[in-house]
């Protein structure tokens, strides 16, 4: 059996949470992502799958159909909550997504995939100090995240400096942006 409660996941959070090097947390995240997205039934594995197709070929509407019935089918599967909590986000629909992403945690509170996803919500309704402390909570549970855009110092710039979310969504290049980007006051 694979999901959230696979054995294998507690040695792949302790050396994530150990790891020194990005490229081997990369490799951890990856092993730990398969086993989140494995599940017994065919059913659930199929819906899984489809939605993923669907999301990649950014069909969102036929998406949310497969992990709703994912969800419907395997209520306990966190998996399918964070597929469908993605989803909602990339259409917008922020509540929606918050509140799968706090199914998910209850089912999985490690999945870091759900928290970067509440910190990105968070980002985008310009709450930063709500984003600070939910991308502190995905350091404690994947201490050598370096996406830019997960990061807490990223969401401090925004608090400190008063930068639009919006402003900095139409900038490709956030870096090349914050370098930019001067202190107002």
């Known amino acids: 059996m694979a999901d959230q409660n696979d054995p294998r996941l507690e ?7 150990t790891s020194v090097s990005v490229q081997k947390a990369s490799s951890i995240e ?14 659930a594995q199929s819906s899984m799958f489809l939605g993923i197709a669907a999301m990649n070929n950014q069909q969102f509407g036929k998406a949310l159909g497969h992990f709703s019935l994912l969800t419907e089918i395997e209520p306990d599967f966190a998996e399918g909550w964070n597929k469908r909590a993605t989803v909602f986000y990339l259409m917008g629909r922020f509540n929606e ?6 199914r998910t945690l209850k089912l999985e509170p ?18 930063w100090s709500g984003a600070i402390t939910v ?3 995905v350091r404690s549970h994947h201490g050598t ?20 979310s919006k402003e900095a969504e ?4 956030l870096t090349g942006y914050f370098n930019n980007k001067t202190p107002k006051g």
């Open 135 to 137: 991308l502190e909570l």
């Open 145 to 164: 995240g370096n996406r830019t855009e997960d990061s807490p110092s990223y969401a401090w710039s925004n608090q400190e400096f008063g930068i639009c």
């Open 11 to 17: 040695v792949l959070f302790k050396n994530l949470k």
């Open 97 to 102: 997504s918050e509140e799968d992403i706090l």
């Open 30 to 43: 990856i092993q730990i992502w398969k086993i989140w997205m494995e599940h017994r039934n065919p059913k």
């Open 170 to 173: 139409r900038n490709d290049d």
């Open 110 to 127: 490690r999945h870091f995939g759900a928290l970067s996803g509440q910190g990105l919500i968070r980002m985008a309704l310009e709450d």
